[in-house]
């Protein structure tokens, strides 16, 4: 089982940006081979699919509400995956949670919650007005 670390949440202003980060440690597992994925959770709200980056970080995959603000990266020598987030929305403030995958992965299937075995616990983003 893999253990997920988000970090990098906060309060910010409407326009403004956050770089959230994701470190994956655990026993005997190969980070150029996770499927990672962001998705979020705001109050009284299902938790929803941001985006997804395949392994090694070849394809990258992004809901339509974020794409073009959102950017995906990852740094599999140091077991970290990141989300970039410019222009936030007050509507987008949630709770963010990366997961983590070891298996491979159809395209249909990374904005699916029950592609991931593995959950970080979450990191609180507030976008003010």
């Known amino acids: 089982q893999l253990q997920l670390a988000e970090s990098g949440g906060g309060l910010v202003q409407a326009g403004g940006s956050l770089r959230l980060a994701c470190v994956v440690s655990?026993?005997?597992?190969?980070?150029?081979?996770?499927?990672m994925g962001w998705f979020r959770q705001a109050p009284g709200k299902e938790r929803e699919f941001v985006g997804a980056i395949s392994p090694p970080g070849s394809t990258t995959y992004y809901a339509d509400s974020v794409k073009g603000r959102f950017a995906l990266s990852r740094n599999n020598a140091e077991n970290t995956a990141y989300l970039q987030m410019d222009d936030l929305k007050p509507e987008e403030t949630a709770v963010y949670y990366c997961?983590?995958?070891?298996?491979?992965?159809?395209?249909?299937?990374?904005?699916?919650?029950?592609?991931?075995?593995?959950w970080g616990q979450g990191a609180q983003v507030t976008v003010s007005t």
């Open positions: 997961a983590a995958a070891d298996r491979p992965l159809f395209a249909d299937t990374y904005p699916r919650i029950s592609g991931y075995p593995d």
């Open positions: 655990g026993q005997k597992f190969n980070m150029y081979m996770l499927a």
